[in-house]
């Protein structure tokens, strides 16, 4: 199992842009699936984005496609999220995640394992 902990988020205009980063610590692979989820008030967990630690593989929820762009450095066991053209509707808290075992594929916060202790993202209109 992996240890994740997340940065960057934080107070922002609609329209703005804001990049969070998640520092992992423990034993990775290749096929090792990372992500994020977020949690808005007062409703349930949705699925944001998931890529495979080698980066081939690569999914985003439609209310996020074209917005967001996860991303890794794997030399400095980083995962980001790069967010732009934020709505108020983002606001949620945001969880960097982790999957150990492979899966073909990576779409819900069920298939996650590991999770990071979330951070605030705010979009005010």
């Known amino acids: 199992q992996v240890q994740l902990v997340e940065s960057g988020g934080g107070l922002v205009q609609s329209g703005g842009s804001l990049r969070l980063s998640c520092a992992v610590s423990?034993?990775?692979?290749?096929?090792?699936?990372v992500g994020w989820v977020r949690q808005a008030p007062g409703k349930e967990r949705e699925f944001v984005a998931a890529s495979r630690w080698s980066g081939e593989y690569v999914h985003y929820a439609d209310s996020v496609k074209g917005r967001f762009t996860i991303s890794r450095d794997n030399a400095k066991n980083m995962v980001y999220l790069q967010m732009n053209s934020l709505k108020p509707e983002d606001t949620a808290v945001y969880y960097c995640?982790?999957?150990?075992?492979?899966?073909?594929?990576?779409?819900?916060?069920?298939?996650?394992?590991?999770w990071g202790q979330g951070t605030q993202v705010t979009v005010s209109s």
């Open positions: 995640t982790a999957r150990g075992s492979y899966s073909r594929s990576i779409t819900s916060p069920d298939d996650f394992d590991s």
């Open positions: 423990g034993r990775t692979f290749s096929w090792t699936g």
